[in-house]
């Protein structure tokens, strides 16, 4: 299972119902709301995936299955933009 | 709801940033007055302030409204982080050329200033250079494709007398690169030693940098609010409010910058303009100083070329010889004003032609 965690020179920036998160690799900033908003707040320390999505699933009271499924291409886009590392 | 009560609104919104939480709006705007609304925010860059206002409760929105809102701060904090990587980019250059500068404004005020950098949106980026770098400086800015707007008039002004230049950076975006921190008079008053002699460092994306102090961001932010432009914009007053003294040293500090830096007339007007306009009340700490501030008549009369029905470049100009010392200074400051070089007075022709002939196709 992967450890994420956020890069120390990642820019980003918290809205009241967002974050915009622009990593060293990216062409421009990302916008995301609700529980990928949540998915950065976890990984403001290195934290294992499973424990990083159980954390958004009790927030948004749903089935942890369903929101691996979904924020996996969260991660994967922040990883390539430079925003997270990956350890395994 | 009249264009006043907008302007109020706009202005508000600016005051709740600074712990007024009257309420603004109890139902909300029709769509057309929702977005004139929009237009006056973001010609103020108060997009965090309309969206903290609407988190809030305190100024009644629809659904769609909301939305806008959080879409306003977002494209704002879009911006604000490139502005950062730009700044991050210009650090690495003066690093590399050994050229030291302090980050003015913006990212430093956002960083160190405001509860969270997510609530001071900006524009672009400012960096204060010694004088004895700023040639450096152009150099390195110009190396790397930055283009600067406007020519100095004559070799050497913008080390001696300026107030700084501003650069378009190739991949977007802008640089200003200060020597002093405002244009005329008062900018060429500031003793340059003591301006760098105060400084505090942040971090922004892992790396350290520099901005001044707090007494002198204090000053910085009311030289802007009350200099920059004909009104005080509602920002720079945002500013000067999360800049103020917080303690007696740091109080005692800003008084005698001021008086060393002869602005004592534009603190006391900038504390009046965001005490009125913000309905802020200074700290104590602040109050029990400012009477030792005694702005003289020669203040007044440099300040009257900045604002009000006697403004004029023409006027600042002769009152910044002021600032000067001796004749040998005021005599090369003013032919440089006043009979720029060749070169420059070639690139402001073709510049005036340029205007010119675009605004006669626009008329035809």
């Known amino acids: 299972m992967s450890t994420w965690s956020r890069r120390p020179d990642v820019l980003w920036r918290r809205t009241a119902r967002g974050v915009v998160v622009l990593g060293a690799d990216a062409d421009r900033p990302r916008a995301v709301n609700g529980p990928a908003a949540s998915l950065w707040d976890a990984l403001t320390e290195p934290i294992e995936e499973r424990d990083a999505i159980d954390l958004v699933a009790r927030v948004y009271e749903a089935d942890s299955a369903v929101v691996a499924r979904d924020l996996a291409p969260v991660l994967d886009v922040w990883r390539r933009d430079g925003a997270v590392d990956e350890s395994t | 709801v009249s264009d006043p009560d907008l302007a109020r609104m706009v202005a508000a919104l600016a005051s709740a940033e600074i712990g007024r939480r009257d309420a603004l709006l109890d139902r909300p705007l029709e769509h057309r007055r929702w977005s004139e609304l929009e237009t006056r925010v973001r010609a103020e860059r108060l997009e965090p302030q309309l969206a903290r206002a609407v988190e809030l409760g305190v100024l009644a929105a629809d659904e769609q409204q909301a939305d806008r809102a959080e879409s306003l701060h977002q494209s704002a904090m879009a911006t604000a982080l490139l502005l950062d990587r730009l700044l991050l980019t ?4 003066f690093d590399a050329a050994s050229i030291p500068f302090a980050v003015l404004k913006g990212p430093a005020v956002a960083h160190l200033d405001y509860p969270d950098p997510a609530r001071r949106a900006y524009g672009d980026v400012d960096v204060l250079v010694p004088s004895a770098r700023i ?3 152009v150099a390195c800015l110009e190396a790397t494709g930055s283009r600067r707007s406007r020519r100095e008039p004559r070799p050497g002004f913008d080390r001696r007398f300026g107030k700084g230049m ?3 950076v190739p991949t977007g975006g802008e640089v200003d690169v200060h020597r002093t921190l405002t244009l005329g008079p008062f900018g060429l008053a500031i003793d340059l030693d003591d301006l760098w002699a105060g400084r505090e460092s942040f971090r922004i994306g892992g790396r350290e940098l520099d901005a001044l102090d707090r007494p002198r961001r204090f000053l910085h932010a009311c030289l802007h609010a009350e200099l920059g432009r004909a009104r005080s914009r509602l920002v720079p007053l945002m500013d000067l409010v999360m800049t103020a003294p917080r303690s007696d040293s740091e109080a005692g500090a800003v008084v005698a910058l001021a008086r060393r830096w002869q602005c004592d007339a534009v603190v006391l007007a900038a504390v009046a303009a965001a005490a009125h306009r913000l309905r802020w009340s200074p700290p104590a700490e602040l109050t029990a100083w400012m009477d030792r501030l005694g702005p003289s008549a020669r203040q007044r009369r440099w300040m009257a070329g900045y604002r009000g029905d006697r403004r004029s470049s023409a006027r600042l100009t002769l009152t910044a010889t002021e600032a000067l010392d001796g004749w040998g200074e005021r005599l090369d400051y003013l032919r440089a004003v006043l009979w720029p070089s ?17 605004w006669s196709r626009r008329s035809s």
């Open chain 2, 166 to 168: 501003s650069f378009r």
């Open chain 2, 342 to 358: 060749g070169t420059t007075m070639a690139t402001r022709t073709a510049r005036f032609r340029r205007g010119l002939s675009s």
């Open chain 2, 90 to 93: 210009v650090a690495e250059r």
């Open chain 2, 135 to 137: 040639d450096r400086a």
